[in-house]
């Protein structure tokens, strides 16, 4: 791995000051209404598939192909701008694109208007992550990056939390219509917020001065100023050349297929099967993937900070044996006989599940040089949204419906769900098989 920049041994890093927490709890509102947005979908699939009559498939690449296509692609270009100029801006904008096409799907009277308003939701939303990856590593310096980066991640359980309990709530005195409405007025308010509420920091800022005391915001250096700017070919062929991102990525793919595929359907699979209601849904599953999830970012940033610096197998052992613990609980969640006994059994691997994300962004942002970290986190997204958000939601939609017609029309989401635990075996293999290689990169490194 390439270090981003050199830091003197005795450097004290930079404290990051009350801007910095500013500047991250806006960042991780944003990013709970990214996730709130693409989660309620799936959160109002049952109130939606009543209303329009849409079949599992249908569902599936709602949520899957047609929003990742725009969302994955997209987010490169976009990464590539922001890197080149005001990443705060790009974030605003974005967050006002995809904010409208959210109420935009709440007024959806068809198949075809609801699939273009969530493609467009996805042309906004992949201005979104990529920049505050970045805009957050240049508030918070090296070691204390994984937390940062771990609290900015609680974004997704929160949203998807807030999603279920106030979308299934709504829904169910309202309208599934009126949750995507709200939701999308609120997200347009919020953009002005990121406009006017957070200053861009310097790029590369925190990455190569000593600190003799602790500085409350990032100070950028000489070099870091005059570094050049990172050209769009540059850093593509960088990122795909270099073994490690490259083997992190699409084992983060391989972890994602499972983590969408089963919050796609989980809230469908737990009402139709299972029994829930709408309002038990609000309460008892907006708990369990907001407590555990959030959770499972918590720890495995903080487990990152500590024993990366040891040794950066680290960032792949982490999620490995996160995930070889969940898979019996998995099961255990798809095969239980009440909603409750499955609930309980899912707040293993809501927490389990997510020990990838972290390790992974930080391995990301630490690698590549400042001026490539945008785009850089785009790419990531990239493989790891096309293959896990793309595929594993409209996987399971289709596999549902295979099943419902060929022998088990009651329990179809419950024996597809149970061939995920194919892809749960496949990326802890990807995972294991990258302690090698940071471990093999990390010595040709150390002997130059």
Same mark, same amino acid.
């Given at each position: 791995?390439?270090?981003?920049?050199?830091?003197?041994?005795?450097?004290?890093?930079?404290?990051?000051?009350?801007?910095?927490?500013?500047?991250?709890?806006?960042?991780?509102?944003?990013?709970?209404?990214?996730?709130?947005?693409?989660?309620?979908?799936?959160?109002?699939?049952?109130p939606i598939?009543d209303?329009?009559?849409?079949?599992?498939?249908?569902?599936?690449?709602?949520?899957?192909?047609?929003?990742?296509?725009?969302?994955?692609?997209?987010?490169?270009?976009?990464?590539?701008?922001?890197?080149?100029?005001?990443?705060?801006?790009?974030?605003?904008?974005?967050? +006002?694109?995809?904010? $409208? *096409?959210?109420a #935009?799907?709440?007024?959806? @009277?068809?198949?075809?208007?609801? /699939?273009v =308003?969530?493609?467009?939701?996805?042309?906004?939303?992949?201005?979104?992550?990529?920049?505050?990856?970045?805009?957050?590593?240049?508030?918070?310096?090296?070691?204390?990056?994984?937390?940062?980066?771990?609290?900015?991640?609680?974004?997704?359980?929160?949203?998807?939390?807030?999603?279920?309990?106030?979308?299934?709530?709504?829904?169910?005195?309202?309208?599934?219509?009126?949750?995507?409405?709200?939701?999308?007025?609120?997200?347009?308010?919020?953009?002005?917020?990121?406009?006017?509420?957070?200053?861009?920091?310097?790029?590369?800022?925190?990455?190569?001065?000593?600190?003799?005391?602790?500085?409350?915001?990032?100070?950028?250096? +000489?070099?870091?100023? $005059? *570094?050049?700017? #990172?050209?769009?070919?540059? @850093?593509?062929?960088?990122?795909? /050349?270099? =073994?490690?991102?490259?083997?992190?990525?699409?084992?983060?793919?391989?972890?994602?297929?499972?983590?969408?595929?089963?919050?796609?359907?989980?809230?469908?699979?737990?009402?139709?099967?299972?029994?829930?209601t709408?309002?038990?849904?609000?309460?008892w599953?907006?708990?369990?993937?907001?407590?555990?999830?959030?959770?499972?970012m918590?720890?495995?940033?903080?487990?990152?900070?500590?024993?990366?610096?040891?040794?950066?197998?680290?960032?792949?052992w982490?999620?490995?044996?996160?995930?070889?613990?969940?898979?019996?609980?998995?099961?255990?969640?798809?095969?239980?006989?009440?909603?409750q006994?499955?609930?309980?059994?899912?707040?293993?691997?809501?927490?389990?599940?997510?020990f990838?994300?972290?390790?992974?962004?930080?391995?990301?942002?630490?690698?590549?040089?400042?001026?490539?970290?945008?785009?850089?986190?785009?790419?990531?997204?990239?493989v790891?949204?096309?293959?896990?958000?793309?595929?594993?939601?409209?996987?399971?939609?289709?596999?549902?419906d295979?099943?419902?017609?060929?022998?088990?029309?009651?329990?179809?989401?419950?024996?597809?769900?149970?061939?995920?635990?194919?892809?749960?075996?496949?990326?802890?293999?990807?995972?294991?098989?990258?302690?090698g290689?940071?471990?093999?990169?990390?010595?040709?490194?150390?002997?130059?």
């Amino acid at each position: 791995m390439t270090a981003s920049s050199p830091v003197a041994p005795d450097a004290r890093p930079a404290r990051p000051g009350a801007r910095a927490w500013i500047a991250l709890a806006i960042l991780c509102f944003v990013y709970v209404l990214n996730f709130l947005d693409r989660q309620l979908l799936s959160i109002l699939a049952k109130p939606i598939q009543d209303d329009m009559g849409l079949v599992d498939s249908q569902l599936g690449l709602l949520g899957g192909l047609y929003f990742a296509a725009f969302y994955c692609i997209l987010a490169i270009p976009v990464g590539w701008l922001a890197d080149r100029t005001n990443r705060v801006r790009v974030l605003a904008i974005a967050c +006002a694109l995809w904010s $409208a *096409a959210t109420a #935009a799907c709440g007024l959806s @009277t068809n198949f075809g208007q609801l /699939a273009v =308003s969530r493609m467009a939701v996805g042309v906004g939303e992949a201005g979104g992550v990529p920049p505050s990856y970045a805009i957050i590593s240049d508030y918070f310096p090296s070691g204390t990056r994984g937390m940062a980066l771990a609290l900015f991640n609680l974004g997704p359980p929160i949203g998807s939390a807030l999603g279920v309990a106030f979308g299934a709530s709504i829904a169910a005195n309202y309208s599934w219509r009126d949750a995507f409405i709200w939701v999308g007025v609120a997200g347009v308010v919020t953009a002005l917020v990121v406009w006017f509420g957070i200053r861009e920091p310097k790029k590369g800022g925190l990455d190569v001065a000593p600190a003799a005391e602790p500085v409350a915001e990032p100070v950028p250096t +000489a070099e870091a100023v $005059a *570094a050049p700017r #990172a050209g769009f070919v540059a @850093t593509l062929n960088m990122f795909f /050349a270099n =073994s490690t991102l490259r083997g992190i990525s699409l084992a983060c793919g391989a972890t994602q297929f499972v983590t969408y595929a089963l919050l796609g359907f989980a809230v469908l699979f737990l009402m139709r099967e299972k029994g829930m209601t709408l309002e038990q849904v609000a309460l008892w599953y907006a708990l369990v993937v907001g407590i555990c999830v959030s959770l499972g970012m918590l720890i495995s940033g903080r487990l990152i900070d500590m024993f990366a610096k040891r040794s950066k197998t680290a960032y792949a052992w982490i999620p490995a044996i996160g995930l070889i613990i969940a898979v019996p609980f998995y099961a255990g969640f798809v095969w239980a006989p009440t909603w409750q006994m499955s609930l309980a059994f899912l707040t293993v691997p809501m927490a389990l599940n997510y020990f990838y994300l972290s390790p992974s962004i930080t391995l990301v942002q630490e690698t590549v040089r400042p001026d490539q970290r945008v785009m850089s986190g785009a790419l990531l997204l990239l493989v790891m949204n096309l293959i896990g958000l793309g595929l594993g939601p409209t996987y399971l939609g289709f596999a549902s419906d295979f099943f419902g017609a060929n022998g088990f029309p009651d329990n179809s989401l419950q024996i597809a769900l149970y061939t995920l635990i194919a892809f749960y075996v496949l990326a802890i293999a990807m995972f294991l098989g990258m302690v090698g290689k940071i471990r093999r990169q990390t010595a040709q490194e150390a002997a130059r």
